[in-house]
């Protein structure tokens, strides 16, 4: 696996876009805002990471843009697809087709080995791999030798590729990831961060994350910060440090 350049990709075609996005769960005096007109965009083959500080509304934000949750007002765009106003059928669909998941639990199925939790998606679906792709995923998340072993029979970190591997095979348009290191001690967490990267960088994929860990949006080419629930900045190429600074002032 080669990972070259920490320089920043160029934001250039959007893979996700929000304009006005608003939330607010329940009315009246015991209605909170957790998103306030959020305006945002997501570049194509960029890996982009959401932080802010606790209650700030990224995980909320990550949830609209996948189609997850609902918006109370305002669009998100899927590519040129306005997700808020498709129903229900036509958005299973989309978020099938076009969006992969990587969860803080890697939601493996026990039963199956690592080969068929990453191909199961695309058999529910009835669709054919792509087996040039497969065999580059493979490569790229190292998981080759462990293709027949169960989820039991691998390491946390070797888990959590398997959730990366299955997530790409479908060629989604977005992968979004939420705390996907929150799980795995801090080598594994590298090791997973890697080929995330390896596959923005080689595979062209879009990602965006969710996380609490400077190290962690380290690893991205921007980090866009939340604070109450509105963008307040955003950080391109950024360091642990430079990341680490940006959240003392949001919390001060």
Known sequence: MTITGREAVPQTTAAVTARGVTKVYG?????????RG???????????????????????????????????????????????????????????????FIFQAFNLLPALTAEQNIRLP?????????????????????????????????SGG?????????????????????????????RSGAEVLSFLRASVRELGQTIVMVTHDPVAASYADRVVFLRDGALVTELMAPSPQTVLDTLVQLEA
Do not use: Y
């Open 158 to 186: 070797q888990q959590q590729r398997v959730a990366v591997a299955r997530a790409l095979i479908g060629k989604p348009r977005v992968i979004f990831a939420d705390e996907p290191t929150g799980n795995l001690d801090s």
């Open 38 to 100: 959020v305006d945002v965009s997501f570049g194509t083959g960029a890996f982009t990471a959401i932080m802010g500080p606790s209650g700030s509304g990224k995980s909320t934000l990550m949830h609209c843009l996948a189609g997850l949750d609902t918006v109370t007002s305002g669009e998100v765009r899927v590519g040129d697809v306005d997700i808020t106003k498709l129903n229900d059928k036509k958005l299973t669909l989309l978020r099938r087709e076009q969006v992969g």
């Open 27 to 35: 009315t009246g005096d015991t209605a909170v805002h957790a998103l």
């Open 122 to 154: 695309l058999d529910i679906a009835g669709r054919q791999a792509d087996e040039d792709l497969f065999d580059t995923v493979i490569r790229t998340v190292g998981l080759r030798d462990r293709l027949r072993h169960r989820p039991s029979e691998l």
